[in-house]
């Protein structure tokens, strides 16, 4: 049986690979590239890549992506490797593709600025920004590429998720549909490198420091080379971020070159120049169809998916094509050929292949081409997971969500009711000496399926405090934002809280009931039976509890209320099962130490860190609990 695998998994490869080359071979005979220094309105000359169809029996549309991260393979023989990708559907389809280093960035002049403001009041050739340079590169290649058809769609992951929604806001004409992927769109309040005020310390250093990727060095001039990485001197990164300590030692490997960093710790609350930089300033008065995308259990952008949309629906009342497609997918997997699961949680399908050919291809056919239907794309197309299924909602969140209290009870137990103690809390002692790990197994580089990861070894800790509910008689669909509201006591002057809702499989799962096998080997089994699945988690760092403007000390030993916004979600907790929420104070390292001092964290020492005494108060007059959205039609 074992020969007959091997057999059938090799003539599997022998065809993927075969394919691949007469695709290859394909794009090489239909397609030709040229590169451009498109000049914008300031003199500045920005890189372009530009794949043109050999075919002139008609005109062609656009598909664009702007990214910071290289157009690269650089030079006019030398082609991208489409033919790993579905973007060999847009080849098929005749688009021109284009892909731009932006401003600053590679082989494109002038000065890079990350998140770079929007500004709506440009007066000057010498007012540029993102939307800008988007508008005059369109521009640009309307009137210089032959054969077009006057049409352009952009679209990008991530950062180039930023630039796509710029794209939008340059309204020129020509660009009739965006699709804004993950888009990078607030670093201070929920992408990337801060959730509520809190440092994301593990992706922000590993971002721009010179032992990490290098980001943020400086590119004095056009090039096609990205720096070389130093190395971390470590394979453990919970060793190495707790022995590195307070954040000025961070700065300090980061040295004086990188200009983001030092901009990050001069402004360590949520002041004018952060809110310059949020992306939602650029969604209002947008022309073209949008469509955002993002995935449930994306570790780096996934708030920026669900706020930018909501924020273009706000700030553009009666926009007939403002969508939204959320997968339960990590970052970016929704553009690879594989979407059937996320580290031991499965998915039942392949739900990225039926995206792209659903949806995204569609979409930009039907813009760009006047090819297709899409009155069967609902306002919210958004997965469900536990149920693994897609549905469709007529707005995000649904009308048919009502939002219900489940309470914190004593004996660690959860329930709709409200408590009826006189007095209850739970206590914890917050020690950032031994901060509670974010997963459970020593590695270095942070790992995507963290976010659907057994929770059992946290649960295990005395500094992590859970409350489970009865078992479920039916199932209870949740859709749409989580909060949380919670009572506590701090004995020092600051603390965060971490918030983790959870589905907690039945002990006695079958194997028939799941599929356990693992992503990184199909040999090992991992047990399900009693999994405690993380749906959704989210960080409140406590001195902005009231405020990210004006941070606030707590008053040691005084209850306050916390509201924390845990985030959106789409999950099914299936009958049999059960919700647990596990509440903390650290989440190492993905998330930076609080020194649980009321002191600025980037300017603390060793020395300001202490522990603190943390008390949950579950009664009467303190009724902590979580607002749950649930779904009254599943």
């Not at 021109?96 to 082989?107: A, E, H, P, S, Y």
């Not at 997968?327 to 699961?341: I, N, V």
């Not at 949380?484 to 004995?491: E, Y």
């Not at 039976?529 to 004006?550: A, F, Q, T």
Request: hydrophobic share 35%; net charge neutral; aromatic share 14%.
């Amino acid at each position: 049986m074992k020969k007959l695998i091997l057999v059938i998994a090799f003539y599997q490869f022998l065809l993927v690979a075969y394919s691949q080359n007469q695709d290859s071979l394909w794009v090489m005979n239909n397609y030709t590239k040229i590169e451009r220094q498109i000049e914008m309105r300031d003199g500045i000359k920005l890189f372009t890549s530009i794949y043109i169809p050999k075919d002139n029996q008609e005109d062609h549309p656009f598909l664009m992506t702007r990214t910071p991260y290289s157009c690269a393979p650089y030079g006019e023989k030398e082609f991208q490797y489409f033919w790993y990708s579905y973007t060999m559907a847009y080849l098929r389809e005749g688009y021109i593709l284009v892909t731009q280093d932006v401003r600053g960035r590679n082989m494109s002049e002038g000065d890079f600025v990350d998140v770079r403001p929007f500004n709506p009041n440009k007066k000057t050739n010498t007012d540029i920004d993102e939307s800008s340079d988007t508008y005059d590169t369109v521009d640009w290649l309307i009137k210089n590429i032959a054969h077009n058809n006057g049409k352009v769609g952009v679209y990008g992951i991530s950062y180039p998720g930023f630039y796509s929604t710029m794209a939008a806001a340059s309204n020129h004409p020509a660009v009739v549909a965006v699709s804004p992927q993950a888009p990078v769109t607030n670093w201070f309040i929920g992408d990337d490198f801060h959730h509520n005020g809190a440092l994301f310390i593990m992706d922000a250093f590993n971002f721009y420091s010179p032992l990490g990727w290098g980001f943020g060095l400086p590119h004095p001039k056009p090039t096609t080379l990205n720096p070389i990485s130093v190395g971390f001197p470590d394979h453990d990164n919970y060793k190495f971020y707790l022995e590195t300590g307070a954040l000025p030692n961070f700065a300090r490997l980061t040295g004086d070159s990188v200009a983001f960093w030092k901009d990050l710790y001069a402004h360590p609350n949520y002041d004018e120049w952060w809110k310059a930089r949020d992306a939602r300033n650029a969604t209002k008065n947008l022309k073209p169809a949008m469509l955002w995308v993002g995935g449930l259990y994306d570790a780096e952008d996934n708030w920026g998916a669900w706020n930018s949309y909501k924020a273009a629906e706000s700030n553009n009342p009666g926009k007939t094509f403002n969508k939204i497609v959320m997968g339960p997918w990590y970052h970016g997997q929704w553009a690879s050929r594989k979407g059937t699961h996320l580290g031991n949680i499965q998915f039942g399908s392949n739900t990225a292949t039926w995206y792209q050919q659903n949806i995204e291809i569609p979409f930009f056919n039907k813009f760009l081409k006047n090819k297709g239907d899409l009155t069967n794309l609902a306002e919210a197309t958004i997965f469900i997971s536990g149920k693994n299924e897609w549905r469709q909602f007529a707005q995000w969140p649904p009308a048919e969500k009502l939002d219900k209290n489940l309470y914190l009870q004593t004996g660690g137990k959860l329930d709709w009711k409200q408590p009826v103690a006189k007095t209850s809390s739970t206590v914890y002692i917050s020690d950032p000496a031994k901060p509670v790990p974010y997963a459970e197994a020593v590695h270095f580089n942070r790992t995507r399926n963290y976010m659907t990861d057994d929770q059992r070894f946290a649960e295990r800790r005395p500094d992590v405090i859970a409350f489970k509910s009865d078992v479920l008689q039916n199932d209870l669909t949740l859709t749409g934002v989580i909060n949380a509201t919670l009572f506590a006591s701090v004995s020092t002057t600051d603390a965060d809280f971490v918030v983790k809702i959870i589905d907690v499989f039945p002990d006695t799962l079958s194997y028939n009931d799941i599929d356990i096998y693992s992503e990184t080997d199909s040999k090992n089994v991992y047990p399900m039976g009693g999994y405690e699945m993380l749906v959704h988690g989210e960080i409140m760092r406590g001195r902005y509890r009231n405020s990210y403007e004006k941070p606030e000390p707590f008053v040691p030993n005084q209850i306050t209320k916390v509201n924390l916004q845990v985030g959106d979600v789409a999950h099914t907790f299936k009958r049999g099962h059960r919700v647990m929420v596990q509440i903390q104070s650290s989440w190492f390292p993905l998330v930076d130490r609080n020194p649980q001092k009321f002191v600025n964290i980037y300017q603390a020492n060793n020395n300001d860190f202490q522990k603190a005494t943390i008390q949950i108060f579950h009664d009467e007059k303190h009724p902590s609990n979580i607002l749950l959205p649930v779904l009254q039609n599943p």
